[in-house]
């Protein structure tokens, strides 16, 4: 019994203390009472978690004025004498403590401020599913030739990873009159984006 609660104890961690990967094990390990079952889930948790390549770290003061220019952090979310990124640094530090996203401080602050966070792959999936059901962002990937031009007319805000910029990236992209903000990615220049 104590060795499951060593491997128990080892698969929280590498979930990264995150609900949402912690819960798809549980209901894997749930009627599971062999150790090396335990031990083997252990072993491979990303061939279980399916962990790709997508948990990057997203530097917080990008992340809080993206906020701020969507509108997600306005005036009235203000407490006394507290600034639109206090605000936007509360609201993250509300989501870390959720464990839905994980956070890296800055070293040597006496603030506790945050350098960075990150989404774990399971939770950036069901984020961009929700996200897309509901209009709210859409995700091209033109680097690994997937092309889901469908409903790129209806969202308002568009992402497009990509491996070069040219004027037919996304032939229906002009038909979009929701669309509120415009990302490109890729990982050899800079994010370029615009807002309207």
């Not at 335990?38 to 399916?50: A, F, G, P, T």
């Not at 960075?116 to 030739?145: A, I, P, T, W, Y």
Request: proline residues 1%; hydrophobic residues 35%.
């Amino acid at each position: 019994m104590k060795l499951l609660e060593e491997f128990g104890k080892e698969i929280v961690n590498k979930c990264g203390c995150l609900a949402l990967p912690i819960s798809v094990i549980g209901g894997i390990l749930r009627q599971e009472k062999e150790l090396i079952e335990w031990e083997k889930v252990c072993r491979n948790i990303d061939s279980y978690l399916q962990h790709g390549k997508e948990d990057e770290d997203i530097g917080t003061e990008d992340l809080y004025l993206l906020w701020m220019a969507e509108g997600m952090i306005s005036s009235e979310d203000r407490g006394k004498e507290e600034s639109l990124r206090d605000v936007a640094e509360r609201y993250l530090f509300e989501l870390a403590n959720k464990c839905m996203v994980q956070v890296k401080m800055i070293e040597g602050s006496i603030y506790n401020r945050f350098e960075s966070c990150r989404l774990h792959d399971l939770m950036r999936d069901l984020c961009l599913s929700k996200g897309k059901e509901e209009g709210f962002v859409e995700v091209v990937n033109r680097q690994m030739g997937r092309e889901e031009e469908s409903s790129i007319c209806k969202t308002s805000r568009l992402a497009i990873h990509t491996d070069k910029l040219d004027d037919d990236h996304i032939p229906n992209i002009g038909e979009n009159r929701n669309l509120r903000s415009l990302m490109f990615l890729q990982r050899q220049w800079n994010t370029k984006s615009g807002t309207t």
